[in-house]
């Protein structure tokens, strides 16, 4: 079980999918992670690419996010995201997808969806991250953030158009931050 860190659902437990496809973000790598956005979350409308237990959404949503969503491929990933929102009460403020990251990128885009937070955590094995951040570009608020989570040893690439802004690891697990950059011509 893990648990919401701070925030309205401070303290409440929540479930990660058995198996070996997910791995979820531990309680303080998403502490020191959230501790890195500040006041990013507040009102912020978030998306959570690869979700899993759905744990990075729902920590924003309890630290103020106004909306998720939260998309997955994983048939039993979604179905413990839609159980773990329920438990936490936070059934209008979000919403799951189930499908490939390529096709929700798709339909995100084609509704006109905007988010300032975005946070991809890909299984490690994916390093190449420049067609599934190039594909965010326009999906990107003004002043919205990527967070990446990765293998900390790993060489992570993304999209012409986007700036490093902070970077941490801990242990195994790494994060990046980027901005999208004012000449990159989606802002």
Same mark, same amino acid.
């Given at each position: 079980?893990? &648990?919401?860190?701070?925030?309205? *659902? ?5 479930? /990660? $999918?058995?198996?070996r496809d997910t791995r979820p973000t531990l309680d303080r790598v998403r502490e020191n992670l ?7 979350? =507040?009102?912020? &409308?978030? @998306?959570?690419?690869?979700?899993g237990s759905g744990a990075l959404s729902l920590e924003a949503l309890s630290r103020g996010a /106004?909306?998720?969503?939260? /998309?997955?491929?994983?048939? #039993? ?19 799951? =997808?189930?499908? #490939? %990251? ?5 339909? =995100?885009? *084609?509704?006109? #969806? ?8 890909? $299984?490690? +094995? ?5 067609? +599934?951040?190039?594909?965010?570009? $326009? ?5 919205? %953030?990527? +967070? ?7 060489? +992570? ?7 490093l802004v902070k970077e941490r690891t801990w242990g195994y697990c790494g994060v990046k931050i980027? #901005?999208? =950059?004012?000449?990159?011509?989606? @802002?």
């Amino acid at each position: 079980m893990l &648990r919401i860190i701070a925030g309205s *659902a401070r303290g409440r437990r929540f479930e /990660a $999918p058995e198996g070996r496809d997910t791995r979820p973000t531990l309680d303080r790598v998403r502490e020191n992670l959230f501790n890195m956005l500040q006041g990013k979350t =507040l009102d912020a &409308r978030t @998306l959570d690419l690869f979700a899993g237990s759905g744990a990075l959404s729902l920590e924003a949503l309890s630290r103020g996010a /106004a909306f998720a969503v939260l /998309a997955d491929r994983d048939r #039993e990933a979604i179905r413990v995201e839609k159980k773990n929102i329920a438990a936490l009460g936070f059934e209008e403020k979000t919403r799951v =997808l189930q499908s #490939e %990251w390529k096709n929700t990128l798709r339909a =995100l885009s *084609a509704e006109g #969806e905007k988010f300032d937070l975005i946070f991809l955590d890909p $299984p490690y +094995v994916m390093t190449d991250l420049r067609e +599934v951040t190039e594909r965010l570009l $326009p999906l990107m608020a003004e002043e919205s %953030w990527i +967070v990446i989570e990765h293998q900390a040893k790993a060489q +992570v690439q993304v999209a012409e158009g986007l700036g490093l802004v902070k970077e941490r690891t801990w242990g195994y697990c790494g994060v990046k931050i980027y #901005e999208q =950059l004012r000449d990159s011509g989606f @802002l």
